[in-house]
């Protein structure tokens, strides 16, 4: 049985973590169509031409913070996932992140053990239907 692919956008100034995750969640389900862009500016372009499942991203990027990417994502897809999973995670940015919208927060690497049920909590989410039993995704 032929299975749609759930495309996760991963965003992340670092080139070993996208190259890492791109493998990691491959690994896991190969349904995962993985995207992996090292800066906001891609990852907004790729939000005007294309939808996605998930979005994972970094908290400190040079352009734009997580936070900030996070709050334009659930701007223009507010019923999409998005996970930050960072390894600068002081309290006070993880309280941003959540307050911009993120539905998760994951320190790297103390957090490498919930990486994976957490996107698959995720997409299992964003599969479902916006409706009144949900209200996350009304």
């Known amino acids: ?7 996760i956008l991963y965003v992340d100034d670092d080139p070993d973590s996208l190259e890492v995750m791109q493998i990691w969640l491959r690994h896991d389900d190969d349904r995962y169509a993985v995207t992996a862009v090292p800066a906001a500016s891609d990852a907004l372009k790729m939000i005007e031409k294309e939808r996605f499942d998930l979005f ?10 997580g936070a900030d ?8 897809q507010p019923h999409t996932p998005v996970m930050i999973y960072s390894a600068n995670a002081r309290e006070d940015e993880r309280a941003e992140g959540l307050r911009a919208g993120a539905d998760e927060f994951l320190i790297k690497p103390n957090d490498f053990d919930k990486l994976v049920p957490t996107v698959r ?3 299992n989410i964003a599969q479902e239907p916006p409706n009144q039993s949900n209200p996350a995704r009304a």
């Open 1 to 7: 049985m032929d299975y749609a692919p759930l495309r």
């Open 56 to 65: 994972i991203l970094d908290y400190r990027m040079p352009e734009v913070d």
């Open 69 to 76: 990417l996070c709050y334009m994502i659930k701007k223009s």
């Open 121 to 123: 909590r995720l997409l």
